[in-house]
């Protein structure tokens, strides 16, 4: 059973920083791309970011490029999203996904398991 548990999220005033951690299971985590996605009440989801199985690639909107970073560490089946100079805009749910190809694309559908959500606010 494939499991994506996301952890790290919170309160931050903006201006700061939160790193967020998705940790799987249930999988062969060097075998999938991961990616993060978000979503605010009354909005689309989102792209945030993408990294390639072996980390070698990333993707990012302009959204969020300079602000965040995506890393993975495969020894701990773990991938990592770290925010800086957050915005009162970065307010949303946060999803971390991931994909059974070596793309590090935007389209969810390239995403075969998502996990569960932790939620990000920021106030201004």
């Known amino acids: 059973q494939v499991q994506l548990v996301e952890s790290g999220g919170g309160l931050v005033q903006a201006g700061g920083s939160l790193r967020l951690s998705c940790a799987a299971s249930?999988?062969?985590?060097?075998?999938?791309?991961m990616g993060w996605f978000r979503q605010a009440p009354g909005k689309e989801r989102e792209f945030v970011a993408a990294?390639?199985?072996?980390?070698?690639?990333?993707n990012y909107p302009d959204s969020v490029k300079g602000r965040f970073t995506i890393s993975r560490d495969n020894a701990k089946n773990t991938v990592y999203l770290q925010m800086n100079s957050l915005k009162p805009e970065d307010t949303a749910a946060y999803y971390c996904?991931?994909?059974?190809?070596?793309?590090?694309?935007?389209?969810?559908?390239?995403?075969?398991?998502w996990g569960q959500g932790t939620q990000v606010t920021v106030s201004s």
């Open positions: 990294i390639s199985r072996s980390g070698d690639s990333t």
């Open positions: 996904a991931a994909g059974r190809t070596n793309r590090v694309g935007s389209d969810p559908t390239l995403y075969n398991y």
């Open positions: 249930g999988l062969t985590f060097i075998s999938y791309s």
